[in-house]
């Protein structure tokens, strides 16, 4: 018997980035079964927040508590997709188990990070994201 696969994910992100908001609204329109759910970092609720770094760093757990957080939080948000983008993210997730590969993956999302705000300016500027972008309610899914 195969081990059952975690059915809900719980992505907790920069509530205050645009950038964030739209990569966000982005995953939740192909994610057709539902299975990510959106919160901004002030808004999390769980007992070990404190121990995260939720401020600067998408963190996504699954239902039975794995926690994966920069690179690998965004392969697992994209292995839950399906077709292409779920084989991008389990990609992702295979390399990120050779610490150097991680290591150069986790330096490519905080480079991101860290100018996350001035990224989200520039693509308002450029007419790329709308200025309130805005992450899709879990109803309008």
Do not use: H
Not at 60 to 75: H, K, M, P, Q, Y
Not at 109 to 115: G, M, P
């Amino acid at each position: 018997m195969k081990p059952s696969r975690p059915s809900s994910f719980e992505l907790v992100f920069d509530g205050d980035c645009g950038l964030c908001r739209a990569s966000v609204w982005w995953l939740q329109k192909r994610d057709a079964k539902g299975l990510i759910r959106a919160t901004a970092s002030v808004d999390v609720t769980w007992a070990d927040r404190t121990e995260l770094p939720l401020a600067d760093t998408a963190v996504l757990r699954n239902e039975i508590g794995d926690t994966f957080l920069r690179s690998s939080a965004v392969g697992a948000a994209l292995a839950v997709l399906p077709r292409g983008w779920g084989a991008v993210g389990r990609i992702i997730l295979w390399g990120n188990r050779v610490r150097a590969i991680r290591a150069l993956n986790d330096a490519a999302y905080r480079l991101i990070a860290q100018r996350r705000f001035a990224i989200s300016r520039r693509l308002v500027q450029l007419r790329l994201l709308d200025d309130g972008c805005a992450v899709l309610p879990s109803e309008a899914r």
